[in-house]
């Protein structure tokens, strides 16, 4: 199965919503955004229809965590909560010193975010340039650089510190088989943060996937050595594939 919850969160409304709308309009408008987005497949009696769902998200460093940041919160209090005590109540964004967002939670005080783009790297570049993903080796990097990293910055402050992953650019969309191997690297070689998490999708369809603490069955990481994936650019075309 995917690691992504499938919880829906009709009807639920949270007290931070109105404020993180007003944090939003209240900073300078029309600020320039950049496109993720993701392109769905749905099935129906005419065949699969492919249809591509946008995800403006804002080019300011501040402005970007906060659009992430406020979907996250939504998600992980409808779908991830297993106590009153583990809710999030409200998150408030420190500046570019300090961790990226207060919170007032029972199991945490800091929400920290990182950016899922290796472009420093060859092979950052590679899946940049063809969107063809070796899972081992994506995953193997988010661990050592992003997780590692961050938690070696904070020190034992991490074990407050809910981490959250997030792609800037659509070739790093991650796939469940990425999901599962960070899971798997989690599990055998350790963290200290109080929680990872990734967040993936368009509004309305936030991808949230709980990677650490994982108490059920994760598959080796080694496991995945020598397989691929591709990310295709979305939004390009929109059409119809008859299956008969």
Known sequence: GSPYSQSSKDGLTWSFESDRESAMTSKKPQKPQTTLGMTRISAGPDGHEARYLDDSIPTDKEDRELHFAGRFVEKYNSDYVPTPEAAI?????NDTSDLDFDLECGVADYLELAAIKPLSERFGQEIANTGKIDILQLGEWIYESLIVGKQSKYGDLSRRVILLLYPEDWQFILSDSVLWCLAGLCRTRGTTFAGVFTIGGPPGLDLVAMISPNHGDVPDPESFAGKHYWNLPPGKHEHKIDLK
Do not use: A, G, M
């Open 89 to 93: 109540l409200s998150f408030t964004q």
